[in-house]
């Protein structure tokens, strides 16, 4: 059973910078063991649908973005670390969501849809003041 466990979120202002990471308990994230697995980042606000944010392939040779994120956010991975990163820079007050880590086993390179993903963190809370 993979567990994922999301950290870094927070109360910011409008332009100001959070890093998200998500620390998984099995050795998801090497080519070998436990397979291949692609992370992504959900986020979901009150009253919405969970949305695709970003997501990366085990090799970290993929990435995905959400369009109204690009340029603006960052998802990176330290295998050796069992890690996940999303940094996050010039936060807008519509960021404000909980955002989800999310993994799955397989070697497609862009995985964005919620139901493709078998495993998902806690959730940890960003809030964008104005």
């Known amino acids: 059973q993979v567990q994922l466990v999301e950290s870094g979120g927070g109360l910011v202002q409008a332009g100001g910078s959070l890093r998200l990471s998500c620390v998984s308990s099995?050795?998801?994230?090497?080519?070998?063991?436990?397979?291949?697995?692609?992370m992504g980042w959900f986020r979901q606000a009150p009253g919405k649908e969970r949305e695709f944010v970003s997501s990366?392939?085990?090799?970290?040779?993929?990435?995905a973005y959400l369009d109204s994120v690009k340029g603006r956010f960052t998802i990176s991975r330290d295998n050796a670390k069992n890690t996940v990163y999303l940094q996050m820079n010039s936060l807008k007050p519509e960021d404000t969501a909980v955002y989800y880590c999310?993994?799955?086993?397989?070697?497609?390179?862009?995985?964005?849809?919620?139901?493709?993903?078998?495993?998902w963190g806690q959730g940890t809370q960003v809030t964008v003041s104005s």
């Open positions: 990366i392939n085990w090799s970290s040779s993929s990435v």
């Open positions: 999310a993994a799955t086993r397989t070697t497609t390179p862009v995985v964005s849809k919620p139901n493709e993903y078998n495993y």
């Open positions: 099995e050795r998801t994230f090497s080519g070998y063991g436990m397979g291949r697995y692609a």
